[in-house]
C-alpha cells in the first residue's frame, strides 16, 4: 500500500493491539494505536486516518459509540470492528454503528 494509508487502532488488548500494529506497519501502513476512546477521538482529528480498528469489546468504553463519534469526524473513514475470538458479531449492530466488516482479534 502506498505510505499515504493512516490507520487508527482503537484496542485494550495490548498484545493484540501490538502485534497487528506491527504486522500493519511491516506492510507499510502508518498505524496509530490507543487503548482509549478519547484518545482515538483526539488521534483522529490529527492524524486523518482512512482506516479505524476498533474493539467492541472494550471494558473502558463503547466501541460502537466511538465508531460513529469516528465517523462524524472524518465522513470517508473505513470502520472495521475488532470483535473478540469465537464470538458471531450482531451483523445488524455493526452495520449501524457504520463498520464495513468485522475481524476477530
Not at 490507543?34 to 486516518?49: E, L
Not at 470517508?76 to 458479531?89: H, Q
Request: charged content about 20%; aromatic content about 4%.
Amino acid at each position: 500500500p502506498p505510505s499515504a494509508h493512516r490507520v487508527l487502532m482503537l484496542c485494550e488488548d495490548n498484545d493484540s493491539a501490538f502485534a497487528l500494529s506491527m504486522l500493519l506497519g511491516l506492510a507499510g501502513y502508518d498505524v496509530q494505536t490507543t487503548s482509549s476512546a478519547p484518545d482515538a477521538i483526539r488521534h483522529a482529528a490529527r492524524f486523518a486516518p482512512q482506516v479505524a480498528l476498533i474493539d467492541t469489546d472494550m471494558a473502558r468504553g463503547d466501541g460502537h459509540a466511538t465508531a460513529r463519534a469516528l465517523r462524524l469526524a472524518c465522513a470517508d473513514l473505513e470502520l472495521v470492528a475488532l470483535t473478540p475470538p469465537g464470538v458471531t458479531p450482531d451483523a445488524q449492530e455493526l452495520a449501524a454503528a457504520g463498520y464495513a466488516v468485522a475481524v476477530p482479534k
